[in-house]
């Protein structure tokens, strides 16, 4: 089990940038794969972006792909997604995840995630 708890969501202007990190603790070796998913109130998470922890093997949505980049510093626990050129349709409530499941290809089935976030709201405005 790993607590990840997510931080840098607000309100922006479309076009503009926002970061937002998730830093982890507890059972942290449990963390195979960091995901980010983001969702519309009521509806099941839509993947945003995926790493491999230790290898950094990225997978991306192709709506956020060459504007959303996913990071992680290993020291820190940390992981990260930048997200430049925003867009009103961006708007979501996005969330960080864990699988602990070991993977070469880091999956964006939120079913094989196993620990999330409560989550940070971006509103992009227009």
């Known amino acids: 089990q790993v607590q990840l708890v997510e931080s840098g969501g607000g309100l922006v202007q479309a076009g503009g940038s926002l970061r937002l990190s998730c830093a982890a603790s507890?059972?942290?070796?449990?963390?195979?794969?960091m995901g980010w998913f983001r969702r519309a109130p009521g509806k099941e998470p839509e993947f945003v972006a995926a790493?491999?922890?230790?290898?950094?093997?990225?997978n991306y949505a192709d709506s956020v792909k060459g504007r959303f980049t996913i990071s992680r510093d290993i020291a820190k626990n940390t992981g990260y997604l930048q997200m430049n050129s925003l867009k009103p349709e961006d708007t979501a409530h996005y969330s960080c995840?864990?699988?602990?499941?070991?993977?070469?290809?880091?999956?964006?089935?939120?079913?094989?995630?196993?620990?999330w976030g409560q989550g940070t709201q971006v509103t992009v405005s227009s």
């Open positions: 995840a864990a699988s602990s499941q070991f993977m070469a290809f880091p999956t964006p089935k939120p079913t094989l995630y196993n620990d």
């Open positions: 507890g059972r942290t070796f449990s963390r195979a794969v």
């Open positions: 790493i491999i922890w230790s290898g950094g093997n990225t």
